[in-house]
């Protein structure tokens, strides 16, 4: 079984940076996508980063210009650098995976358990 484990949350003042990491264990053929969301609270998930096995990356306008998504695949992990915070950044970020576990596998979701960001003075 496929689990994604996050690290890297803390809370952190306005204008700082944290960098967060997700790692990925288990049975994995391939991983076709990997990406972070985040949803604060009484709002809706939404996709923060997203970077594709060709490198391809999307990016949220909230955050364009101030975070960026890099994976490593031989190391199944993914990153989300964050800098410049804004209190409009606090919320639980949600690392995801698109991925094969074997070479005959349909391509699924994986969520990680989430990680609390928080941006506060």
């Known amino acids: 079984q496929v689990q994604l484990m996050e690290s890297g949350g803390d809370l952190v003042q306005p204008g700082g940076s944290l960098r967060l990491s997700c790692a990925a264990s288990?049975?994995?053929?391939?991983?076709?996508?990997m990406g972070w969301y985040r949803q604060a609270p009484g709002k809706q998930r939404e996709l923060v980063a997203r970077?594709?096995?060709?490198?391809?990356?999307n990016y949220a306008d909230s955050v364009k210009g101030r975070f960026t998504v890099s994976g490593d695949n031989a190391k199944n992990t993914v990153y989300l650098q964050m800098n410049s915070l804004k209190p409009e950044d606090t919320a639980v970020y949600y690392c995801?995976?698109?991925?094969?576990?074997?070479?005959?596998?349909?391509?699924?979701?994986?969520w990680g358990q989430g990680t609390q960001v928080t941006v506060s003075s």
């Open positions: 995801n995976m698109a991925l094969e576990e074997y070479y005959y596998s349909d391509e699924s979701d994986y």
């Open positions: 288990g049975n994995i053929f391939s991983i076709n996508a």
């Open positions: 970077i594709t096995l060709g490198g391809s990356t």
